[in-house]
């Protein structure tokens, strides 16, 4: 179906596998799509605000821009891709014109939907995922055993219950079990795991008692969502009263939990902290709980259930720790800090994402917690900005914002750093009048390291209208606060900008600015921004004329940089370093580095035009190649390295070549 319809949605009951079957297709299709296979789960999400950053960090973007449908439309444009959404049945409202939009922006692109029912989508192709096939009365034991949905249960049993086979004796109850259960994967695999404590008789024995009187209960309930539901009420009951009250708090987390998060939250109203492991063993063994290494997590339907069977008076405790759990672990993982443990700290919040999603979402719901929401949401402006997440930064902020009163102390934090998130995605008409009561908020409480930070923020404003003289007086300005207070921290920002949006208005002052910030980044061991401070010496470097020095400092910094995937540096070095090999009169990989380079521009929501620092050389550098080639010739080798995926264009960058793989390119 996907060889004659740009857009096909699996449709199906919850727990048949449709999840299962539309990754194995993108794993079979993968090399058949010149532009690759992305994947982005959608079940995490709360809100359909958030569908366009999901989809933009699945496929590496940075929002960069306050339009990012924009930004996804230009970059999936000339991509011959498939994309696949996860899970969208609860995001239907928002996933319907988003997948439109993008479909008619990409004439290549093909969307494969997982949904509980259809998007009601032009030109929607829709397969109903079936549940397996179950034997038929009568059928002989050959016939039995062949049975998908047999054979499932056959293997599950097998796992929990070694030596389990299929035989004359128990054939007839393996049959009547994957007939109750309506040949349901999920089904089949909760009950199978059973076996581990009682026999098949008894098994089927006591299916057929639950589902006769949930029959009696519910008969208008289509069958299929009645048996999934019956089998999942089955499971949760014969769950320990702890294991059940665990159950049920786990569906807090969508993102899953590792056993010291569990034991701070869910513990408590019944469950002993001491006891959490046992219990999540015990739904390990259940096959309920699925665990990953050191994280446990719910499959979704699973977590659903479990939400639904939350007390309403053990929600509200549970709330209030899970929040505080989060605003800890967020003030624990600043990434603004510098700390030798800055990858370890962005990682987490990475992984915690989903989680924190959750917490934030708790209190901008609560008024009297949107203080707290502002705070979480304002402790990670480096984190958005590093993930190229600006635009969900933004939305936490301003719905926060929205219920926090004039007076309360964390507004004039979150007025900044949502403003500076607006400022670098160049939208100052919504920045610029929050920054200005932020600075006025922070000299009436006479907050001397916020004030720094705005000011420094407005510096960079004053340079993205090319008042490059002002924007250098007030990261002076904000350079000495930061110095009064001794706050390293705020120094190390000071200097970056510094160093970059200074380099052309005052090279020298610049190379100053970027040599500080390399002995600092050193000192303190702070390995990502060391990298941004090598980009940053480097540009001043070059500026100076100084091209070996700023070849050394550049490479080393892409070399950092493409191991921790940190889009933002790696373009600018791969600009850069473009601009070394046209003055070594190497245009043909200045022509490639500049290609390999705009794809990055464009995953990270930004161009060089838009970067006062880079815009003079980066025209220069394409006028010379491009004179030098001939149009032909430079728009081939421009081509070619914009064909490049981000790792090989790190390996060419460091000196190897730019010859694409045999089948696909990389993104």
């Known amino acids: 179906m996907l060889g004659k319809s740009r857009l096909l949605t699996l449709t199906g009951v919850g727990g048949v596998g449709k999840t299962r079957l539309a990754l194995r297709a993108a794993e079979l299709l993968r090399d058949t799509y010149q532009d690759g296979v992305e994947v982005v789960e959608l079940a995490t999400l709360e809100t359909g605000d958030l569908l366009e950053p999901a989809v933009?960090?699945?496929?590496?973007?940075?929002?960069?821009?306050?339009?990012?449908?924009?930004?996804?439309?230009d970059y999936l444009a000339g991509r011959r891709m498939l994309l696949v959404l996860d899970n969208c049945e609860h995001l239907s409202a928002a996933c319907a014109p988003f997948v439109e939009r993008l479909l008619r922006a990409a004439p290549r692109l093909q969307i494969l939907v997982t949904s509980r029912q259809s998007l009601g989508v032009y030109g929607e192709q829709v397969l109903r995922v079936e549940p397996m096939p179950t034997p038929i009365p009568g059928a002989t034991l050959r016939e039995i055993a062949r049975q998908d949905s047999v054979r499932l249960f056959v293997e599950r049993a097998g796992g929990v219950a070694p030596g389990f086979t299929l035989h004359p004796g128990n054939m007839a109850c393996a049959a009547r079990l994957v007939q109750r259960l309506e040949g349901i994967p999920l089904a089949i695999e909760l009950a199978a795991v059973r076996l581990r404590t009682q026999p098949i008789e008894e098994l089927a024995r006591e299916l057929d008692e639950r589902f006769d009187v949930l029959a009696a209960k519910a008969p208008a309930a289509p069958p299929r969502h009645q048996t999934l539901r019956a089998t999942i009420d089955w499971s949760f009951r014969l769950c320990s009263t702890g294991e059940r009250r665990l159950?049920?708090?786990?569906?807090?987390?969508?993102?899953?939990?590792?056993l010291e998060t569990a034991e701070a939250v869910c513990s408590g109203e019944g469950i002993d902290r001491v006891d959490v492991l046992d219990h999540l063993a015990g739904l390990v063994d259940k096959s309920v709980l699925i665990r990953d290494g050191l994280c446990y997590h719910l499959p979704e339907i699973l977590r659903e259930y479990g939400c639904e069977q939350l007390p309403p008076d053990e929600l509200g405790q549970l709330r209030?720790?899970?929040?505080?759990?989060?605003?800890?672990?967020?003030?624990?993982?600043?990434?603004?800090?510098?700390?030798?443990?800055?990858?370890?700290?962005?990682?987490?919040?990475?992984?915690?994402?989903?989680?924190?999603?959750?917490?934030?979402?708790?209190?901008?719901?609560?008024?009297?917690?949107?203080?707290?929401?502002?705070?979480?949401?304002?402790?990670?402006?480096?984190?958005?900005?590093?993930?190229?997440?600006?635009?969900?930064?933004?939305?936490?902020?301003?719905?926060?914002?929205?219920?926090?009163?004039?007076?309360?102390?964390?507004?004039?934090?979150?007025?900044?750093?949502?403003?500076?998130?607006?400022?670098?995605?160049?939208?100052?008409?919504?920045?610029?009048?929050?920054?200005?009561?932020?600075?006025?908020?922070?000299?009436?409480?006479?907050?001397?390291?916020?004030?720094?930070?705005?000011?420094?923020?407005?510096?960079?404003?004053?340079?993205?209208?090319?008042?490059?003289r002002r924007g250098l007086a007030l990261l002076q300005e904000s350079l000495d606060i930061h110095h009064s207070i001794d706050d390293l921290d705020g120094v190390m920002f000071a200097l970056y900008v510094g160093a970059t949006y200074g380099s052309s208005e005052d090279p020298r002052q610049a190379a100053e600015y970027g040599q500080q910030l390399l002995a600092l980044c050193e000192r303190q061991g702070a390995l990502v921004f060391r990298a941004y401070a090598q980009l940053a010496l480097g540009v001043a470097h070059w500026n100076l004329g100084g091209t070996a020095q700023a070849e050394a400092l550049v490479t080393t910094a892409t070399e950092f940089t493409g191991g921790i995937n940190d889009r933002w540096c790696l373009t600018q070095c791969l600009e850069v370093l473009a601009w070394i090999a046209g003055a070594r009169e190497q245009h043909d990989r200045a022509a490639q580095l500049l290609g390999a380079a705009h794809a990055m521009w464009q995953t990270v929501g930004a161009?060089?035009?838009?970067?006062?620092?880079?815009?003079?050389?980066?025209?220069?550098?394409?006028?010379q190649a491009r004179r030098t080639l001939g149009g032909p010739g430079f728009a081939a080798a421009f081509h070619q390295g914009a064909r490049l995926s981000p790792e090989r264009a790190v390996a060419y960058a460091l000196g190897g070549t730019a010859q694409p793989r045999a089948g696909r390119p990389g993104r």
């Open 320 to 468: 209030t720790r899970y929040v505080d759990h989060y605003r800890n672990l967020v003030e624990r993982h600043r990434v603004d800090e510098m700390v030798p443990e800055q990858v370890t700290r962005y990682l987490a919040l990475q992984r915690e994402l989903p989680n924190i999603r959750v917490a934030l979402e708790a209190c901008v719901s609560d008024p009297a917690l949107a203080p707290v929401g502002a705070g979480i949401a304002t402790a990670m402006w480096c984190f958005w900005l590093l993930a190229g997440s600006l635009t969900e930064g933004r939305y936490w902020l301003e719905r926060a914002l929205g219920h926090v009163p004039d007076e309360h102390p964390v507004r004039a934090s979150a007025l900044w750093a949502d403003s500076m998130l607006a400022i670098r995605q160049c939208d100052l008409v919504a920045g610029i009048p929050k920054l200005r009561v932020s600075i006025a908020m922070a000299r009436e409480s006479g907050d001397q390291r916020l004030l720094a930070h705005a000011i420094r923020t407005d510096g960079v404003a004053a340079f993205l209208v090319h008042d490059a």
């Open 247 to 258: 159950w049920a708090r786990l569906g807090m987390f969508p993102g899953g939990t590792d």
């Open 607 to 623: 161009s060089p035009e838009w970067t006062s620092y880079h815009t003079k050389w980066h025209e220069r550098c394409t006028r």
């Open 56 to 73: 933009a960090t699945a496929l590496g973007l940075r929002d960069g821009s306050p339009d990012l449908l924009v930004v996804l439309q």
